[in-house]
């Protein structure tokens, strides 16, 4: 692999959290790396994919700018710009009343898990490895990848789902299917408010219910959770001194913990593997597997289509 274009940075103090050490920043034009990525994966017994926010970004669910004021208008009007400001930020809305927190997250789900069809992107990768034996790790709550053909015992979407909810407190290890719900609060909804006799109660301790979202100690790893966990290490012992590819789209560096760390460890752990990162702006890689790895600075949508 080309090494002369690369470039050398210090980690600890360029990349926030990222063990200090040498990485490497691949400034390689991508089209010299499309055919090596291309035999890779044709070459490869197994492929892992971690897939961050970056890939549904690229695929279309943008949280920003006129996707967010189109679908949004309303809530800002109502809330004012200073939270409102992309569907990120708009979910950290300290919301009044339950009226309020399902009005907005009704509509949240419906924009992002619910109405969107299975995206042109997520299509390309299945087609890209449905035919090798690969899994998905994802922190992406939006439901692409099984929408696209992924079969779901091969999926571990580690921070939960939109279209589930589950207790505030997460009193007990059980999660609840909301699209019917939030069908019709979607028609309910008026001035942002959905109506009292729809806002969900839990039916253990009559609390509170939220959004089955990773953001604090409360979130609720239920059997299916465990299942699929359980499911991820399997496939993980499979690829021990395997052939394998591991592809990691659109990770940052906000949680690299639950993808980009592990990904980096078994690279490192295998001299069979071989880390293949698509990122644009992010596309570090330690040095010590830089050998062993492609980091292509670029658009997700355009390194897909051509592989
Ligand atoms: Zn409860």
Redesign the pocket.
């Known amino acids: 692999m080309k090494q002369s274009q690369k470039k050398r940075i210090n980690g600890s103090r360029i990349l926030n959290g990222v063990p200090a050490g040498d990485y490497i920043f691949q400034n390689i034009p991508y089209a010299e790396q499309m055919e090596h990525v291309s035999a890779l994966i044709k070459a490869a017994d197994i492929i892992l994919i971690g897939a961050g926010a970056g890939m549904s970004a690229a695929a279309g669910l943008t949280y920003s700018g006129e996707r967010f004021t189109r679908n949004f208008g309303e809530f800002i009007e109502k809330y004012g710009t200073a939270y409102m400001t992309d569907m990120y930020a708009a979910g950290f809305y300290p919301f009044p009343t339950q009226e309020a927190k399902w009005g907005y997250w009704s509509k949240h789900s419906m924009i992002n898990r619910f109405l969107p069809p299975a995206l042109p992107l997520y299509h390309r990768l299945y087609e890209i490895v449905k035919e090798k034996e690969y899994f998905v790790l994802t922190t992406n709550v939006d439901h692409q990848f099984q929408k696209a053909g992924f079969r779901t015992e091969r999926i571990f979407a580690t921070q939960g789902d939109y279209g589930n909810i589950q ?6 290890p059980k999660i609840y299917d909301a699209e019917d719900l939030f069908r019709r609060m979607d028609r309910a909804r008026h001035d942002c408010l959905v109506p009292s006799y729809m806002v969900p109660k ?1 039916p ?4 509170n219910m939220t959004m089955h979202l990773r953001c604090d100690q409360y979130f609720v790893e239920d059997e299916n959770w465990h299942e699929a966990a359980g499911r991820y290490n399997n496939f993980l012992k499979k690829t021990e001194q395997k052939k394998a590819v591991l592809l990691e789209l659109g990770v940052g560096f906000n949680t690299p913990g639950i993808i980009k760390y592990p990904f980096w460890q078994m690279t490192a752990a295998n001299p069979k593997a071989v880390y293949v990162c698509i990122n644009y702006g992010e596309a570090y890689v330690p040095e010590k597997i830089a050998k062993r790895s492609v980091c292509i600075n670029a658009d997700i949508g355009e390194i897909l289509k051509q592989l």
């Open positions: 207790c505030e407190k997460g009193c007990h839990c253990v301790c009559g609390g």
